[in-house]
Structure formats: C-alpha cells, structure tokens
C-alpha cells in the first residue's frame, strides 16, 4: 500500500531532550516536506527536501533539523525542544516538484514540557 | 515572504447551500493554489487545486477561481453535504515552498 508514515505517532518529552521524529514514505516520492499545526495559524512549512541531499528552510524552521540521505527517509531533529515546539507534526510527499499532490502522514502529536 | 489570508474562519450553511470561502496572498510570483481538507483527527487531503495559468476550474460540487491581478483565490462548494464539515485550507507556492492559511471550520447543518 502507497503509503506516508511517521513515528512515533504520540510522543511526551521534556525540555532540551534530543528527539527524531521519522518520516517514510514508499512511492518513490523525490520531494518531501515538514508541517507544524498549530490552532489558529493553520500549517506552517518547516523544510523541505527536492532530493537526497537537497533539503531547503520552510518558514519556520528555526529550532529543527532534517536531513535526506535516502529517497524513502526525512527526519525532523529537534536537538532541545522546548515548549513552543509542542505541536502536531505532518510529513508529506510528491512525486516530483512537477507534480502538484502531496500526500500527507498520519501526523505526530509532540508535547514538550 | 508569502503571507496568505483566509475567510472565515468559522463558516454555517444549511444542507443544499452553497459555501465559499475566500483566501488572498501577498508573493506575485506564487504560482499553484491547492485546497485541502482536514477531517477532524485526520490529515489533509487536496480537493482541487490551480495553477495561475488558469481562471477557474470545477470538479463536481467543487470549483475554485483565481483573480491573479487581484492576488485572491475562491474555493466554492455547492449542494452541500454534512460530509463536507471539516476544516477547509487554502495554500500559495512558488518554488515548493508552501504557505497555507488558518483555516476555515465548515460546518454543514442537516
């Protein structure tokens, strides 16, 4: 099955505890991209990936890290969370940066105290 | 950067009724509008998009129209159903970056 995942799904942590939220996906997608949800600012981009080792800075991405070293893998790093991080988390891809839809991950609802 | 605005923010139509919602962006330079829908708990999915090459275009109950020269898009459901409840977001891109609006809370009333 085509398919977006993201683990962990839930995750509660502490302040400045390192953390990796895993993005995967099996299309074969080159671009992927994370989100932020926040209520009443709607999604706001994070950083995106064109490519293995092309990855480029959304609107906010201060306090986060990702890297592309697979096709298939997109990890969003937050080195010291803090609790302005707490937030919903989407993982998305497409195909290519020709193609319009973006499928969108389960999503990962992190809560940092 | 882009900057995009959404209204309402909270929408109630009668089952039948035709919703609009309406979103205006600040980068001429953006060039592909998609809509998504957001299911309570789910994640978005796109319903319709366009691209500034185009007016409008319609896929069933859903159409959207774009105004370049006015720098504002329209998503537009008509006959609506209580399955169309959900949060609707419109979104600008140029260059794979994407900016969304807020959002709008549709509600559907039987």
């Known amino acids: 099955e085509a398919q977006v995942t993201q683990n962990p799904r839930y995750l509660i942590t502490v302040t400045g505890k390192k953390l990796t939220v895993t993005c995967s996906q099996n299309?074969?997608?080159?671009?992927m991209s994370w989100y932020r949800q926040d209520p009443g600012l709607g999604l706001r981009q994070i950083y995106y990936?064109?490519?293995?080792?092309?990855?480029d800075k959304g609107d906010v991405p201060e306090g986060y890290k990702v890297s592309r070293k697979e096709k298939r893998n997109f990890p969003l790093i937050l080195e010291s969370p803090s609790p302005n991080q707490t937030s919903l988390y989407f993982c998305?891809?497409?195909?290519?940066?020709?193609?319009?839809?973006?499928?969108f991950g389960p999503g990962t609802r992190l809560t940092v105290l | 950067g882009e900057n995009v605005e959404q209204h309402p923010s909270t929408l109630s139509v009668q089952e039948g009724d035709s919703a609009v919602i309406k979103c205006t962006y600040s980068d001429s330079a953006s060039n592909y509008f998609p809509w998504y829908k957001q299911e309570l708990g789910k994640r978005p999915q796109l319903i319709i998009d366009i691209r500034s090459n185009v007016g409008e275009k319609k896929d069933q109950r859903i159409a959207v129209t774009l105004n370049k020269t006015a720098k504002h898009f329209s998503l537009h459901i008509t006959e609506t159903q209580p399955e169309d409840s959900a949060v609707y977001f419109c979104?600008?891109?140029?260059?794979?970056?994407?900016?969304f609006g807020t959002g709008t809370k549709l509600q559907v009333i039987p």
């Open positions: 979104a600008a891109s140029r260059d794979q970056k994407v900016t």
């Open positions: 998305a891809s497409k195909y290519s940066r020709d193609h319009n839809e973006q499928f």
């Open positions: 990936s064109m490519n293995v080792e092309v990855t």
């Open positions: 299309m074969n997608h080159e671009y």
